[in-house]
């Protein structure tokens, strides 16, 4: 790796996050533990100290949702640590703070583009020092025409799409902690139609446009006695999806059915890490609780 990753090295994740995220550490050999965060899904910065040692290398920031953390905090942290800081930003890519965008704060970002637009592929890598373009060494995501062609077609049109999904499937088993557990994937390079939709959008109209959208859901979940994740949204910030906590597991089920009885995208997130789940702890209650209204 470029940032110079020892085996004997490890990080300190959230434990609220998907356990995609092990994916490419487990590859590389790395370790990781975990730092608890709160219900507004900031780190509990009293216990950190506490988890830092010899090996400790690095410190990774997730923007939930989209929602900028408080950067200056973890940069702090970082400094005095001397850690290296890997910012996740796969939930907000197009989003800013303080007129940079997120996703470049750290010594390492990851961003996504593609779940924000819904292509095929495309994610993006950036280094703190150093320049980094893979494009070229990898296969270029394989997309037949007629994928292209249906996936376009039905995103044009949502309650289409999501008419046809329940003739064909029956509802996502979102409260289901084990349901969707993704492979490691082979890595591709962006496909040439997704690429072309990345460089052509307009990150900050799109952004307006998702923020109006979050606060529809904010203002329809507060009149349904549910609770947002966050008093308020970043300004700066382009939303994933807009996240709320349901009274318990079963509140949040009977709105997972409300949204597939409604042509709404209502699910959960993350798939947790096998040993967070068998922890049995608040961030298996967390996710038990929170609901995700779709956007866009």
């Known amino acids: 790796m470029q940032l110079r990753f020892k085996l004997s090295d490890c990080i300190l994740l959230p434990e609220y996050i998907c356990d995609v995220v092990l994916h490419p550490l487990n590859q590389l050999g790395l370790k990781y533990r975990y730092y608890s965060v709160n219900d507004r899904l900031e780190p509990r910065w009293d216990e950190l100290p506490d988890l830092v040692n010899e090996q400790t290398r690095a410190f990774m920031m997730v923007h939930y949702f989209g929602q900028p953390q408080d950067i200056s905090a973890f940069q702090s942290f970082c400094i005095k640590h001397k850690l290296l800081l890997i910012e996740d930003n796969a939930h907000g890519h ?14 390492l970002g990851i961003s996504s583009p593609r779940k924000i637009i819904n292509t095929f592929s495309g994610g993006t890598l950036w280094l703190k020092d150093l ?3 893979h494009k070229q060494d990898l296969l270029s995501y394989p997309v037949p ?3 292209r ?11 289409l799409k999501y008419s046809i999904r329940k003739v064909l499937k029956n509802r996502p088993q979102y409260e289901d902690s084990r349901a969707f557990r993704e492979p490691i994937m082979q890595d591709y390079a962006i496909d040439s139609w997704s690429e072309s939709i990345i460089e052509q ?6 952004r307006k446009t998702r923020q109006a959208v979050y606060y529809n859901w904010q203002n329809f979940a507060l009149e349904n006695g549910l609770t947002p994740v966050y008093s308020e949204l970043n300004p700066e910030a382009n939303p994933w999806c807009f996240p709320a906590y349901a009274k ?9 059915s409300w949204g597939w009885d409604h042509n709404k995208h209502v699910f959960s997130w993350p798939s947790l890490p096998v040993e967070i789940l068998e922890k049995q702890g608040e961030s298996l209650d967390r996710w038990e609780r929170i609901i995700c209204f779709g956007i866009g």
């Open 94 to 107: 197009g989003g800013m703070l303080n007129g940079q965008l997120l996703g470049t704060y750290g010594d």
């Open 131 to 133: 320049e980094s373009n």
């Open 145 to 147: 025409f007629i994928k």
């Open 149 to 159: 062609y249906k996936n376009r077609l039905l995103n044009s049109y949502p309650n």
């Open 201 to 206: 959008i307009d990150w900050n109209e799109l």
């Open 248 to 256: 318990n597991q079963q509140d949040a089920i009977k709105w997972f």
